[in-house]
């Protein structure tokens, strides 16, 4: 391990005391906070520092099944409500969750470790999914036409698909939520949201806001866990809940997927991502580093959409790989919370382990350290920016997503050559690509496998587009005018037309 000079002292501020303080620790069931059934608790910690931050209630699964009761109880008159009202308490949410823009972020620092000023990106990109899906709510249209062969009525409408679980990872504890709890809202379902027992007190606030907001009792319900399966077990097997939405990594998606078989519930998967970052040797190099630095390091390199394989053209590869690491290295490593900090601590000692159990891997196998390649010392999980150059194309590294701030770099010599090595993965979230040549860009994003594709951008996540993946990467979509027909079903109804002949 290296030491690290910059990382500063864990002293709790009066202002990060007070906030941590206003957060609810309770279960929110049916619109009221209270303690787990049993009793029990869990701490949530500092990633920077390795402290307590707070002890929230760990729901039991008599927690869950209450609250899937106040769901269920909420569900029929919540689906009747005003499509106009349910747009205006997603806006006043917004202008609330916008107004406390600070406290947000700082939450979020302090439990995830990212920087503010990535903590604020957050909660503006967040607190986006109410707005958009408030304007979204009152413009679900349906559909009335005439049969073919003009005899009767086809009337097509939207309902909401039911009471809903959502389950929501620990990287974005805002924007997590709110992709699923804005276009739930807008659509007309109730909702048990368990977030990440990580990254959980973001999620607590937002839930009080949501309140403050207006949202009826028994609308949202919260259950925090230290257990996540003994909440989605028996909520998966009662025949009340309507759908399961999940972000979160693969081997749990399946999970899931397998468990909601038994009712034959409605899913949506946001799973895990490997994704490519593709530079032609048309690019324009100094753009090309800029959108890698923005794709790898976004959130500490721990976000789905992050570039997890630098495919480079091999006759600009030294060039863009000299620059890119020299951009990586001056990074300045700390704790969240210091205005100087770029480079956050990783979630926890097990992250930054993997992150550098993939590098070791990588050099054994061929790689070269270009800079970076270690733990920093503690307190904290952090680990160095790391830049790999000549990676060979079976290595780990490639296939695997990395969660960290680790950048392997790989060379093609073919346009197709790189179509091949971006589509050999069992993912397919995101992929970025770089070239002055608009017609290159538009012919290989026909060819590549992923649900959403960067032209010479390296951060795409936006409320108004449609996010999710292909192949392992998921099912369904969030954001866009897609996202709200996650939580809707289709009813058509046949009629005779009283006028045809
Ligand atoms: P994770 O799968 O370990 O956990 C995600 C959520 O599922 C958490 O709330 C966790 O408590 C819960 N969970 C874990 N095991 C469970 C079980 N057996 N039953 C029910 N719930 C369970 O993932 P993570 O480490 O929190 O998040 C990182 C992963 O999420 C990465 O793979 C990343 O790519 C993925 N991710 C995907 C997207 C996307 O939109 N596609 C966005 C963010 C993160």
Redesign the pocket.
């Known amino acids: 391990m290296t030491a690290s000079p910059v990382i500063s002292p864990a002293i709790r501020s009066e202002r990060e005391r007070s906030l941590l303080a206003s957060v609810p620790t309770g279960l929110l069931i049916n619109g009221e906070w209270r303690d787990a059934s049993d009793g029990g608790t869990f701490d949530v910690h500092d990633p920077a520092t390795g402290e307590v931050l707070a002890t929230l209630a760990s729901a039991t699964s008599a927690d869950a099944i209450a609250a899937l009761d106040a769901a269920d109880a909420a569900q029929a008159s919540w689906a009747r409500t005003a499509p106009r009202v349910r747009a205006e308490i997603l806006r006043r949410a917004f202008d609330l969750v916008t107004e406390r823009i600070e406290d947000f972020a700082l939450l979020m620092t302090l439990e995830m470790g990212k920087p503010l000023a990535e903590a604020r990106g957050e909660v503006t990109y967040g607190a986006e999914f109410l707005r958009w899906f408030s304007e979204e709510t009152v413009r679900d249209y349906g559909r009335y036409l005439t049969t073919p062969e003009g005899k009767n009525k086809i009337l097509v409408q939207h309902k909401p698909v039911g009471p809903c679980l959502l ?6 504890p805002l924007a ?1 939520a709110t992709r699923k709890v804005a276009p739930a809202v807008a659509a007309g379902c109730t909702m048990v949201l ?5 990254t959980p007190l973001t999620a607590q606030l937002f839930a009080q806001m949501m309140r403050e907001a207006g949202l009826p009792a028994g609308v949202l319900n919260v259950v925090a866990s230290s257990s ?2 003994g ?2 077990g028996p909520l998966l097997k009662d025949s009340r809940l309507r759908k399961v939405s ?8 399946k ?2 997927m397998a468990d909601a078989a038994r009712n034959v519930l409605r899913t949506s998967m ?4 490997n994704a490519p970052f593709i530079v032609f040797e048309d690019a324009d190099i100094d753009a090309a580093v800029e959108g890698a630095m923005a794709a790898k390091m976004r959130n500490m390199g721990e ?2 959409t992050a570039a997890n394989r630098f495919l480079v053209h091999e006759a600009i590869a030294q060039e863009f790989t000299r620059k890119f690491a020299s951009a990586m290295g001056a990074l300045v490593i700390g704790g969240g919370t210091d205005p100087s900090a770029q480079v956050g601590p990783l979630i926890d000692a097990g992250a930054r382990d993997d992150a550098h159990n993939l590098v070791t891997a990588a050099v054994d196998a061929g790689a070269v350290v270009l800079t970076g390649g270690n733990r920093v010392a503690g307190p904290g999980y952090f680990y160095q920016p790391t830049v790999l150059a000549d990676v060979p194309n079976n290595a780990v590294i490639l296939s695997q ?1 990395i ?1 960290g701030p680790v950048a392997p770099v790989t060379t093609f010599t073919t346009e197709q050559g790189a179509i091949k090595l971006a589509n050999a993965s069992e993912y397919g ?1 995101a992929a970025y690509l770089y070239s002055k040549d608009f017609n290159r860009l538009l012919r290989v994003a026909e060819q590549i496998e992923f649900g959403m594709v960067g032209f010479n951008a390296g951060v795409i996540s936006n409320a108004a587009a449609p ?3 292909v192949k392992q ?2 099912l369904g979509r ?1 954001g866009g005018s897609e996202g709200i027909a996650e939580y809707t079903t289709t009813q058509y109804i046949g009629m005779t037309d009283p006028y045809a002949r």
């Open positions: 389950i929501t990872p620990w990287n974005f997590m368990k977030p990440a027992k990580l996540a399966s909440i989605s999940f972000t979160g990594s693969t081997p749990v998606g999970r899931l946001e799973l895990g991502g976000a789905c997503e969660f979230l996010f999710g993946g990467s998921g969030e």
